[in-house]
């Protein structure tokens, strides 16, 4: 009896490490700020200034350089390669409008994302009031139905890339 349940706890440690393993959970805007930014500086701006998509692919300088096989064998873990790749991506596809009409009031879109929303099932929240964001988002600073629509989904990946599964 007590033999099958420490058999059992020890399994369920083993699970819980290879678990994490594998999807790792990590806080992607953590993870550029604290293992990227001292070469890079701030993410999306790097990826603004050099990298760009090309037949839907992400390019750096080198035209010939996969960049998927770059970033396995560039300070990034194997498997934060596609998530890494994916957040670059989008920000190269995003116009650093949150930078410009918001950051001012907000700080950095990750950091504020962090400290004052929360996704559940996939709708995000105000932490502190519960209020959808979608609904603050239309009688705030005079958006209109565009510019919720771009905040909305903004706010909503990066909400993805901070709290990973
Ligand atoms: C110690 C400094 C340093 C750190 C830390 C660093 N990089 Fe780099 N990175 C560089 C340099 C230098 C280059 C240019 C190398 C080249 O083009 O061959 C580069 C290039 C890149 C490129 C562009 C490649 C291209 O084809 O233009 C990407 C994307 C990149 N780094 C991502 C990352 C990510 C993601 C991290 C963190 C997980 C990271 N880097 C951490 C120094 C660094
Ligand atoms: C002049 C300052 C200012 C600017 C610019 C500004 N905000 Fe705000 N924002 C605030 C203040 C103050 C609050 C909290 C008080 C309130 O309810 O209005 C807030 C609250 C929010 C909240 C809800 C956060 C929570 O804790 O519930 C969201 C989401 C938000 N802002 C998004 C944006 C976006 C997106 C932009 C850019 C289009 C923006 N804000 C620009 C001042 C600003």
Redesign the pocket.
């Known amino acids: 009896m007590r033999l099958s349940r420490l058999i059992g706890t020890a399994l369920t440690g083993l699970l819980l490490i290879t678990g994490k393993a594998g999807a790792s959970g990590v806080d992607l805007h953590w993870l550029w700020d604290n293992q990227c930014a001292e070469c890079h500086g701030h993410s999306s701006e790097f990826a603004h200034k050099f990298l760009t998509l090309s037949d839907g692919r992400l390019q750096g300088n080198h035209r010939d350089r996969s960049l998927r096989l770059f970033l396995g064998n560039h300070y990034t873990r194997n498997t934060e390669v596609d998530a890494v790749y994916q957040m670059l991506r989008a920000q190269v596809l995003t116009k650093p409008r ?1 930078r410009q ?2 950051g ?3 700080g950095s879109a990750a950091a504020f994302v962090r400290q ?2 929360v996704l559940r099932d996939e709708v995000l929240f ?4 519960g ?1 959808p ?1 979608q609904a ?2 239309s009688q ?2 005079n ?1 209109g139905a565009d510019d919720v629509d771009f ?1 909305l989904s903004l706010l909503n990946r990066i909400a993805r890339e901070v709290y990973r599964p």
């Open positions: 949150f009409e918001c001012n009031c907000h004052s929303l105000s932490r502190e009031s209020q964001t603050f988002l705030h600073r958006l905040y």
